[in-house]
């Protein structure tokens, strides 16, 4: 006896079909878009009739059955690949959202089945558009998508190193300076806690510290011209930080982070004393103290970091 089919399963596939459907309509506009013999005006209209059918993808993959099956039917390499570097900025806008959702959504089976050159994609945007939307977008999926992610770590530092990065902060806004600083604290701690861990013993644990090693991450933070950039950063980001926009939290914990590698790179230069003394006269406020504590970072440990900074730079100095 065939079981009776339930309005429930209807509705599912009724929605599969659905999104069958809009993934082949936008593959059929991609490959019209493609046409060499069309005029820019036609590729802009197709481009623009290609956005409310992404629209369409998006709403279903909030569903998470849509979402599992827009990734097993390879939805990332039918239209999101195909459509990263169009010129047309809502499409982008919209298939970055899509990203974001299926992140969110199923990130173990994205993780699993995303090409890992989408990273080049993002990567293209993050450094190349204007569009401050975009970028900001891009960043939000490789702060979910880097980090404990060694193989994709790898792909960004062999295609960009850590340059783009630094190097786009004038062009951010706070919010985005935030995550992008957050994110850069992520990683440092993922691949200092790797490669200080004493405890690796196994063939598995050796070859994940070797994939580390071979990323380099260490070794680039340990240059003079990444110190300078993040140095720079630390700069443009104290001249406008407020307790309101907490941006400072984030520069005060790299800071930490970084002074191994950076410390005697700092050494001579003006803006480097001026900003670490400022720096240590916020820090000692107790109203600065209550404020750090409040997002988990140690007064103490920040205060005594700085005060190490400064002291080098006084010693460098009576030296001289």
């Known amino acids: 006896m065939i079981p009776a089919t339930t309005s429930s399963d209807t509705e599912l596939v009724s929605h599969n079909d659905d999104l069958s459907r809009a993934i082949e309509k936008i593959e059929e506009i991609t490959a019209t878009a493609e046409q060499s013999t069309l005029s820019i005006e036609d590729i802009e209209k197709l481009h623009e009739e290609m956005v409310p059918k992404i629209d369409d993808v998006i709403e279903m993959t909030k569903n998470p059955n ?69 970028k900001a977008h891009v960043l939000d999926i490789l702060y979910v998508w880097l980090p404990e992610n060694p193989k994709v770590q790898a792909r960004v530092m062999k295609l960009k190193g850590l340059e783009p990065f630094y190097e786009q902060i004038s062009k951010l806004d706070t919010n985005v300076i935030h995550t992008l600083l957050d994110l850069f604290n992520k990683i440092v701690k993922e691949h200092m806690e790797i490669r200080n861990n004493k405890q690796l013993r196994n063939k598995i644990d050796t070859d994940k510290l070797s994939l580390y090693q071979r990323i380099g991450l260490i070794e680039r933070l340990s240059t003079t ?26 520069v005060l914990d790299l800071i930490i982070k970084i002074k191994p590698f950076c410390l005697k790179k700092f050494q001579g230069k003006a803006k480097a004393v001026e900003l670490f003394d400022a720096l240590l006269k916020f820090v000692k406020e107790d109203e600065t103290k209550e404020y750090l504590e409040s997002f988990n970072l140690n007064a103490s440990d920040v205060e005594r970091t700085l005060m190490e900074y400064v002291n080098f730079f006084k010693e460098i100095k009576d030296e001289l």
């Not at 970055?96 to 969110?104: A, E, G, H, S, V």
């Not at 104290?238 to 400072?248: A, L, R």
């Open 66 to 134: 849509n979402a599992y099956k827009f990734l097993k039917d390879k939805g990332i390499d039918r239209i999101v690949i195909p459509n990263l570097d169009i010129p047309n900025a809502k499409a982008k806008t919209q298939l970055l959202l899509l990203l974001k959702i299926l992140f969110d959504i199923a990130p173990t089976t994205i993780n699993a089945v995303i090409p890992i050159n989408v990273v080049d994609k993002l990567l293209d945007i993050f450094e190349n558009e204007d569009n401050l939307a975009l």
């Open 225 to 250: 011209p990444v110190c300078n950039g993040l140095l720079n950063i630390f700069e443009d980001t104290w001249s406008y930080s407020t307790k309101d926009n907490d941006v400072i939290v984030p």
